[in-house]
């Protein structure tokens, strides 16, 4: 039962494009969401989060947007730069004073100069 | 500076042996948590813990065993009763609140390989 859902395992883009990252989740009780980037062999290193109380989060070339009613967020990386290649993963999280976290299966993002 | 270490890197061992992973964390955090990762496959929840000895299964707990002595300290040990247990284990911490969330920070992992 995957409750988050990254459908695309592979996306590549341009550098200076824009890369959008999606991910659906099932879980109605899911009320933070977060987003990892990882290289290979590494520990994942926090880009971005969203409470349910908001549609739009933003960091500097970071966006992540959430639209609660279809169940799905995204995540938008603009301009694109070569160093993003990597594999970002979505989370989320259902509880205050527990933040334990159901990871989506991750999405391979290339970006090609 | 404050961080998340787990070591070995990497670690080798002999099927129907129990090897334990260490996790250490100085970022004075309430919480700590045990995945797993597999090839194509996103983080799997082991085992995690909210306080000091007291901990609770995850996903995929069967044949992991761990401990919460310190705050600081959270070893698994990965136990012969694993059937697949070559993979890349990942340690992570976290502050507890009932007021904001928080994120997760994650070590550098440990590969581990048996045969």
């Known amino acids: 039962d995957q409750q988050v859902k990254q459908n695309s395992p592979s996306l590549s883009v341009q550098e200076g494009r824009i890369s959008i990252l999606n991910c659906d989740y099932t879980n109605s009780m899911f009320d933070y969401f977060l987003w990892y980037k990882k290289y290979p062999a590494e520990g994942p290193t926090f880009l971005i989060s969203i409470s349910s109380i908001k549609d739009k989060n933003e960091d500097g070339r970071f966006t992540v947007f959430l639209n609660k009613s279809a169940k799905h967020l995204s995540l938008h990386i603009v301009p694109s730069q070569p160093g993003d290649s990597a594999v970002y993963f979505c989370a989320a999280s259902a509880n205050f004073g527990n933040e334990k976290l159901t990871f989506g299966t991750g999405t391979r993002l290339t970006i090609i100069p | 500076d404050g961080g998340i270490t787990q070591s070995p890197k990497y670690l080798f061992r002999k099927e129907g042996q129990n090897v334990t992973l260490s996790c250490e964390q100085n970022l004075n955090h309430d919480a700590m948590y045990w995945y797993r990762q597999d090839p194509g496959q996103g983080l799997r929840l082991i085992y995690y813990s909210q306080i000091v000895n007291d901990f609770q299964k995850g996903d995929i707990a069967e044949g992991y065993s761990v401990s919460r002595e310190k705050k600081e300290s959270f070893p698994l040990t990965v136990t012969s009763a694993q059937k697949n247990p070559t993979a890349f284990y990942l340690c992570?911490?976290?502050?507890?609140?009932?007021?904001?969330?928080?994120?997760?920070?994650f070590g550098p992992g440990t590969r581990l390989t048996v045969t």
């Open positions: 992570a911490s976290s502050l507890i609140s009932t007021l904001d969330r928080h994120e997760q920070y």
